[in-house]
Every structure is written in structure tokens, then in C-alpha cells.
């Protein structure tokens, strides 16, 4: 990957970082002043088949207690996904968060625009004149409570049960070489084979459709995108990466300005969020410009021989195995970029390589 382009998502991930700290710390803030109206606000457990379906109102003091679980979570998921990424920034969760964050707000924009050129503009259910502490529970409980449904529920029970139990699972190409009873909830590790893309795709129009009631038919489209997105982090990394990409959307735009009377919501981190926002939206063009190539460089890299080179491991021809060679030059020097897809030293090639 052009370091250019690697220096442009390490700035996109600090970014993202300091906004999601702002939104961990307003958060907190705003949890005490408030605490008393959850109490006494009913939690709807809901699911989604694929619009919401309440199954039963739980009592305030749930609602009260879940929120601080999440917020506790958040924080938890948060310093995982920065230790995790220390080790090696290209291929960690903080690069792809800093990734779909511009991505998920470039696409977003331009879809609005152009839906409401078209006469269907989005109207959001947030606004100044609902109670402020009714916006802190939507927008706090969406991050986990939704990824629970939509990403747990509906791709990494399936996915599972699929490998761990079915014929066909067990035999399949794409099946991950372990698969323990955590994968079930947690999620990661999976490659993008047919499963995971039918699952991925099925799971990202029911998230989108969840969307309808509480805004309208317009804002599918759009939250199933963000639904893919937020599913590929899911099958990757894990459930704490789409948790904190979907808290991370949720929050800047809605909480910050809504949060009157706070010390943080105040003229200079509104000014922070507005433009770390734009920098993302004029971030996110490039950031699919440079998908565009990738996914060019990958179809055509199918079409080639790679020329493979047998090295042997510790001396034993039986433990043969072919290593590593990109397709275009053949060179050995070629660095690990996601799941199945390497990216040469020397020429800079993307490929796919089928071990």
C-alpha cells in the first residue's frame, strides 16, 4: 500500500480516536445528571424480523443499569482494539475503523444529497425538541444492542452452527481452521467465503430495514450499507470493532451538539467534530478510489499463474508448502494486507493468494 495513502488513515484513525475519547468522556458526564430519568424510562427488548418487534418494555431500572454497561463496554472494546493495534497498524482494526469511519460518512453524504434531490430528504428521529436523556438512550444503546441482533444473531450464530455442526460446513473451503464456542458471540477471524458473503449481505438489508420505523423508507439504502460495513468489521476483527464503529457514527453528530450545559459541549469540540467530519467525508472519496483499484487488482490477479516457489520446512518433504510469490513479479517479499489478500514489496501488487 502507497505510504501516502497509509499516512492518510493513520491520521484518520487518531481522528476517529480523539472523537470517540470525546464521546466516551461526554458520555460519562451525562450519565449522573440523567441517571433519574432512566429510571423511570421502560427499555423495549425488541428483535428484528426484519423491522423491530417488541417483545416485552423491561423496567427503568434496567435501562438505567444497560446504559452503563455500555458505556463500560465501549470503553472496554476501545482500549482492545488500540492494544490490538499496536502491534501492527496496516492489518489492525484501528486502520479499517479509520477506513469505514470515512467511508461509512462519505457515502452517506452523497446518498443524502441525492435522495433528497430526489424528493425522499431523511428526517432524523434525534431532534432539540425530543428530551435530551431519550436521545442519550438511543443513541447509547444502538452501538451494542443492535450489533448483538444484527451481527450476532443473525451472522455469527448461522456461521457457527453452519461450520461446527453441518456436512457441508465441515468440508468447506472457507471454514476457519479453529472454531471455538466464544466465535459464536465474538465473531473474527472468518475469511469471505460464499457463507459469510450470503450471511453478510442478508444480515445488512435486515439492519437496514430496522431503520424504518423509527425513520422512514429512505434511510434503508443507507443504513444497509453501513450495515455491510459494520458486518465486515464483524467477520474480521470481532464483535468489538463493529460496536465501536457503530457507537463512533452514532455519537459526534448527535450527542456533542445535543449535550447543553456540559463542559465539553462547547464551541470548541463542536468545532473539533465538525471538522474532523469533513476531513473524513473528503477522506472517505479517496478511501474508495483506492478500494476501486484494490478490488481491480485482486480481479485481475485471479486470472494470472502466480509462480509458486516450494520451500521446504524443517528439512521434511512431506511438510512441504508453497510459499508466498506475487503474481506479477514473482517476488517473495510481499506483505499480509487482509484475509487471503497480500501485497507485494517490490512492485506494489494487491493479490489474492489461495494457499
Same mark, same amino acid.
Given at each position: 500500500?502507497?505510504?501516502?495513502?497509509?499516512?492518510?488513515?493513520?491520521?484518520?484513525?487518531?481522528?476517529?480516536?480523539?472523537?470517540?475519547?470525546?464521546?466516551?468522556?461526554?458520555?460519562?458526564?451525562?450519565?449522573?445528571?440523567?441517571?433519574?430519568?432512566?429510571?423511570?424510562?421502560?427499555?423495549?427488548?425488541?428483535?428484528?424480523?426484519?423491522? =423491530?418487534?417488541?417483545?416485552?418494555?423491561?423496567?427503568?431500572?434496567?435501562?438505567?443499569?444497560?446504559?452503563?454497561?455500555?458505556?463500560?463496554?465501549?470503553?472496554?472494546?476501545?482500549?482492545?482494539?488500540?492494544?490490538?493495534?499496536?502491534?501492527?497498524?496496516?492489518?489492525?482494526?484501528?486502520?479499517?475503523?479509520?477506513?469505514?469511519?470515512?467511508?461509512?460518512?462519505?457515502?452517506?453524504?452523497?446518498?443524502?444529497?441525492?435522495?433528497?434531490?430526489?424528493?425522499? =430528504?431523511?428526517?432524523? =428521529?434525534?431532534?432539540?425538541?425530543?428530551?435530551?436523556?431519550?436521545?442519550?438512550?438511543?443513541?447509547?444503546?444502538?452501538?451494542?444492542?443492535?450489533?448483538?441482533? @444484527?451481527?450476532?444473531?443473525?451472522?455469527?450464530?448461522? +456461521?457457527?452452527?453452519?461450520?461446527?455442526? @453441518?456436512?457441508?460446513?465441515?468440508?468447506?473451503? @472457507?471454514?476457519?481452521?479453529?472454531?471455538?464456542?466464544?466465535?459464536?458471540?465474538?465473531?473474527?477471524?472468518?475469511?469471505?467465503?460464499?457463507?459469510?458473503?450470503?450471511?453478510?449481505?442478508?444480515?445488512?438489508?435486515?439492519?437496514?430495514?430496522?431503520?424504518?420505523?423509527?425513520?422512514?423508507?429512505?434511510?434503508?439504502?443507507?443504513?444497509? +450499507?453501513?450495515?455491510?460495513?459494520?458486518?465486515?468489521?464483524?467477520?474480521?476483527?470481532?464483535?468489538?470493532?463493529?460496536?465501536?464503529?457503530?457507537?463512533?457514527?452514532?455519537?459526534?453528530?448527535?450527542?456533542?451538539?445535543?449535550?447543553?450545559?456540559?463542559?465539553?459541549?462547547?464551541?470548541?469540540?463542536?468545532?473539533?467534530?465538525?471538522?474532523?467530519?469533513?476531513?473524513?467525508?473528503?477522506?472517505?472519496?479517496?478511501?474508495?478510489?483506492?478500494?476501486?483499484?484494490?478490488?481491480?487488482?485482486?480481479?485481475?490477479?485471479?486470472?494470472?499463474?502466480?509462480?509458486?516457489?516450494?520451500?521446504?520446512?524443517?528439512?521434511?518433504?512431506?511438510?512441504?508448502?508453497?510459499?508466498?510469490?506475487?503474481?506479477?513479479?514473482?517476488?517473495?517479499?510481499?506483505?499480509?494486507?487482509?484475509?487471503?489478500?497480500?501485497?507485494?514489496?517490490?512492485?506494489?501488487?494487491?493479490?489474492?493468494?489461495?494457499?
Amino acid at each position: 500500500m502507497n505510504k501516502g495513502y497509509v499516512a492518510l488513515v493513520a491520521v484518520l484513525s487518531v481522528l476517529w480516536g480523539v472523537m470517540m475519547v470525546i464521546d466516551l468522556v461526554m458520555s460519562i458526564l451525562l450519565f449522573k445528571p440523567n441517571f433519574s430519568d432512566f429510571l423511570n424510562t421502560l427499555f423495549p427488548l425488541f428483535i428484528i424480523v426484519p423491522v =423491530p418487534l417488541l417483545l416485552v418494555y423491561l423496567p427503568g431500572t434496567f435501562t438505567a443499569i444497560w446504559l452503563g454497561v455500555v458505556v463500560v463496554v465501549v470503553i472496554v472494546f476501545f482500549t482492545f482494539a488500540i492494544y490490538k493495534s499496536s502491534m501492527k497498524f496496516e492489518n489492525s482494526s484501528l486502520y479499517r475503523l479509520g477506513e469505514f469511519f470515512a467511508l461509512n460518512y462519505f457515502l452517506s453524504i452523497v446518498y443524502i444529497e441525492l435522495i433528497a434531490l430526489a424528493g425522499y =430528504p431523511i428526517v432524523s =428521529p434525534i431532534t432539540n425538541t425530543t428530551p435530551f436523556y431519550l436521545n442519550f438512550i438511543t443513541i447509547t444503546n444502538a452501538g451494542l444492542y443492535e450489533e448483538l441482533i @444484527s451481527r450476532v444473531l443473525y451472522i455469527g450464530i448461522p +456461521l457457527f452452527v453452519y461450520y461446527a455442526w @453441518s456436512a457441508h460446513g465441515k468440508k468447506s473451503h @472457507s471454514r476457519p481452521n479453529k472454531l471455538p464456542l466464544y466465535r459464536m458471540i465474538w465473531g473474527g477471524g472468518y475469511k469471505f467465503g460464499k457463507p459469510e458473503i450470503t450471511l453478510l449481505i442478508i444480515s445488512s438489508i435486515i439492519f437496514g430495514f430496522a431503520h424504518v420505523t423509527s425513520w422512514d423508507i429512505s434511510k434503508v439504502p443507507q443504513a444497509a +450499507l453501513g450495515g455491510l460495513l459494520l458486518g465486515v468489521l464483524y467477520l474480521r476483527f470481532g464483535l468489538y470493532a463493529d460496536v465501536l464503529l457503530h457507537f463512533s457514527i452514532d455519537s459526534p453528530s448527535l450527542l456533542l451538539p445535543l449535550g447543553t450545559g456540559d463542559p465539553l459541549a462547547s464551541g470548541y469540540t463542536n468545532s473539533f467534530i465538525n471538522a474532523a467530519i469533513i476531513i473524513a467525508v473528503v477522506a472517505g472519496a479517496i478511501v474508495l478510489i483506492s478500494y476501486i483499484i484494490q478490488a481491480r487488482a485482486i480481479y485481475r490477479s485471479r486470472k494470472l499463474n502466480p509462480q509458486l516457489i516450494v520451500a521446504q520446512v524443517s528439512g521434511d518433504p512431506s511438510t512441504s508448502r508453497k510459499a508466498l510469490a506475487c503474481t506479477k513479479c514473482g517476488s517473495s517479499r510481499v506483505t499480509f494486507f487482509y484475509d487471503d489478500i497480500y501485497r507485494c514489496d517490490d512492485c506494489g501488487t494487491v493479490f489474492k493468494w489461495d494457499q
